[in-house]
């Protein structure tokens, strides 16, 4: 039988309270010696004394920064397994250079993302939401036939900002469907883009051939503004922006100004900051849709990240090593 490691949950109290239903905490007993009560800090004497025996840590939202002070209070730790997407704000240095193992729920947290990006590409192909809004208005049956060549999914393109998680999880839910798949990643050759089911594009290509563009890049120093205003003006008229990534990647206030004079549609899941000051003018745009945030896992879906995640624990524990192992080397590429 493989040697059950001992491990602790870290993470904030809210997160706890969503991730550890009791189906999830008997799932990571099975495959570890379990800490029940999980650590919200690292600091009290109760933590420290879990943190002097614990080999693996199984974190999530909320989870401290894994600085110098807590590796050596932690000198069995070997492993981290992260319920959560991103790292950056949980490994630090120090972390990186003890070689601590990582492996995070990026990967099931994508789906969420990518159905609600499909939703939303159908969805404002048939400009669902404002046709809506004036049935609504209206109570009274529109004339099908007056209906612009302009609505519809049929040999729409969409173009795909970044062959990220998400981004590849979009373009193959998109496969079924009549639509012409545009893909601009400069770390992804013409091969591997056609590959993935999309036809590469340059930057300004994209945005110029795109009936729909959405924005999966992750934030970077290079990726912030990335979506400039010169791009928002190439757009197509009434095209429609959809950014699920983060939103200093796009320039919101030349966004704004686009979406207000009616010349382009979004549908904007993050924004910056989140939430908008109550008084933006985004907020009452008629060709806008503002979510909270809530692509990623919520509800049901948090269920996900805890199955992939004891199964990378019961992976290491068995000596296989993590499918979706973090690499330091790819930070520069991920989220």
């Given at each position: 039988?493989?040697?059950?490691?001992?491990?602790?949950?870290?993470?904030?109290?809210?997160?706890?309270?969503?991730?550890?239903?009791?189906?999830?905490?008997?799932?990571?007993?099975?495959?570890?010696?379990?800490?029940?009560?999980?650590?919200?800090?690292?600091?009290?004497?109760?933590?420290?004394?879990?943190?002097?025996?614990?080999?693996?840590?199984?974190?999530?939202?909320?989870?401290?920064?894994?600085?110098?002070?807590?590796?050596?209070?932690?000198?069995?730790?070997?492993?981290?397994?992260?319920?959560a997407g991103s790292v950056r704000e949980l490994m630090t240095d120090a972390a990186w250079e003890r070689g601590i193992e990582?492996?995070?729920?990026?990967?099931?947290?994508?789906?969420?993302?990518?159905?609600?990006?499909?939703?939303?590409?159908?969805?404002?192909?048939?400009?669902?939401?404002?046709?809506?809004?004036?049935?609504?208005?209206?109570?009274?049956?529109?004339?099908?036939?007056?209906?612009?060549?302009?609505?519809?999914?049929?040999?729409?393109?969409?173009?795909?900002?970044?062959?990220?998680?998400?981004?590849?999880?979009?373009?193959?839910?998109?496969?079924?469907?009549?639509?012409?798949?545009?893909?601009?990643?400069?770390?992804?050759?013409?091969?591997?883009?056609?590959?993935?089911?999309?036809?590469?594009?340059?930057?300004?290509?994209?945005?110029?051939?795109?009936?729909?563009?959405?924005?999966?890049?992750?934030?970077?120093?290079?990726?912030?503004?990335?979506?400039?205003?010169?791009?928002?003006?190439?757009?197509?008229?009434?095209?429609?922006?959809?950014?699920?990534?983060?939103?200093?990647?796009?320039?919101?206030?030349?966004?704004?100004?686009?979406?207000?004079?009616?010349?382009?549609?979004?549908?904007?899941?993050?924004?910056?900051?989140?939430?908008?000051?109550?008084?933006?003018?985004?907020?009452?745009?008629?060709?806008?849709?503002?979510?909270?945030?809530?692509?990623?896992?919520?509800?049901?879906?948090?269920?996900?990240?805890?199955?992939?995640?004891?199964?990378?624990?019961?992976?290491?524990?068995?000596?296989d090593g993590f499918a979706h192992s973090v690499r330091r080397e790819r930070l520069a590429f991920l989220a």
């Amino acid at each position: 039988m493989p040697h059950k490691p001992t491990a602790a949950f870290a993470l904030s109290p809210g997160a706890a309270s969503a991730l550890l239903t009791p189906q999830a905490v008997a799932a990571f007993a099975e495959v570890c010696a379990l800490t029940p009560r999980p650590l919200h800090e690292f600091g009290s004497p109760e933590a420290l004394e879990v943190l002097r025996t614990t080999e693996v840590l199984i974190t999530g939202w909320g989870c401290p920064p894994l600085d110098a002070a807590v590796l050596a209070a932690a000198p069995l730790l070997k492993s981290v397994v992260h319920t959560a997407g991103s790292v950056r704000e949980l490994m630090t240095d120090a972390a990186w250079e003890r070689g601590i193992e990582i492996t995070s729920a990026a990967a099931a947290n994508a789906l969420p993302v990518a159905e609600y990006t499909v939703a939303m590409i159908l969805l404002s192909g048939k400009r669902a939401l404002e046709r809506a809004r004036d049935y609504r208005t209206s109570r009274t049956t529109p004339d099908w036939a007056l209906v612009p060549h302009s609505v519809g999914n049929y040999r729409r393109t969409v173009g795909i900002l970044s062959a990220s998680l998400i981004g590849r999880r979009v373009i193959e839910l998109l496969r079924p469907y009549d639509l012409r798949i545009l893909l601009y990643d400069p770390f992804v050759t013409a091969d591997e883009a056609r590959a993935l089911g999309a036809e590469p594009a340059g930057l300004d290509e994209l945005f110029t051939l795109s009936d729909t563009v959405s924005v999966h890049t992750p934030l970077l120093a290079e990726t912030r503004g990335l979506v400039s205003r010169e791009l928002i003006d190439a757009l197509r008229p009434d095209a429609v922006l959809i950014n699920t990534a983060r939103g200093p990647v796009v320039d919101q206030d030349a966004l704004t100004e686009a979406a207000l004079a009616g010349r382009v549609r979004a549908v904007l899941d993050v924004t910056d900051p989140e939430p908008l000051p109550p008084e933006h003018p985004l907020w009452d745009c008629p060709g806008v849709l503002i979510t909270p945030h809530l692509a990623g896992s919520q509800g049901n879906e948090w269920a996900r990240l805890t199955d992939l995640a004891v199964e990378e624990l019961r992976r290491w524990a068995a000596g296989d090593g993590f499918a979706h192992s973090v690499r330091r080397e790819r930070l520069a590429f991920l989220a």
